[in-house]
Nanobody
Framework: QVQLVESGGGLVQAGGSLRLSCAAAGGTFSRIAMGWFRQAPGKGREFLSA????????YYADSVKGRFTISSDNAKNTVYLQMNSLKSEDTAVYYCALDLNYRGSYYYDWDYWGQGTQVTVSS
């Protein structure tokens, strides 16, 4: 079955950077999109960014636009999230997600989720 394996989380000082990775395995993927979410303590899951495999179009939530960059390595079925200028409020568990049947535009049906990786930003 499809699994998403995340890595790259950790502890970083405010103003620092991290790069998260998420690799999809267990299937033959086409027309997919992958994205990133986060969930801070006591809060709901927040959409951050997404990228489509075919066109490479990206979308960013306002909260991270200009600081975070999403990218993909299509051959490796891997999505990355480069996070710069990190703030304490970025502390959360970060999840990647996979849409197996992306149809375009900014609508996604997320079929699979990663296990989550903790990002902690200290002041």
């Amino acid at each position: 079955q499809v699994q998403l394996v995340e890595s790259g989380g950790g502890l970083v000082q405010a103003g620092g950077s991290l790069r998260l990775s998420c690799a999809a395995a267990g299937g033959t993927f086409s027309r997919i999109a992958m994205g990133w979410f986060r969930q801070a303590p006591g809060k709901g899951r927040e959409f951050l960014s997404a990228i489509s495999w075919s066109a490479g179009r990206t979308y960013y939530a306002d909260s991270v636009k200009g600081r975070f960059t999403i990218s993909s390595d299509n051959a490796k079925n891997t999505v990355y999230l480069q996070m710069n200028s990190l703030k304490s409020e970025d502390t959360a568990v970060y999840y990647c997600a996979l849409d197996l049947n992306y149809r375009g535009s900014y609508y996604y049906d997320w079929d699979y989720w990663g296990q989550g990786t903790q990002v902690t930003v200290s002041s």
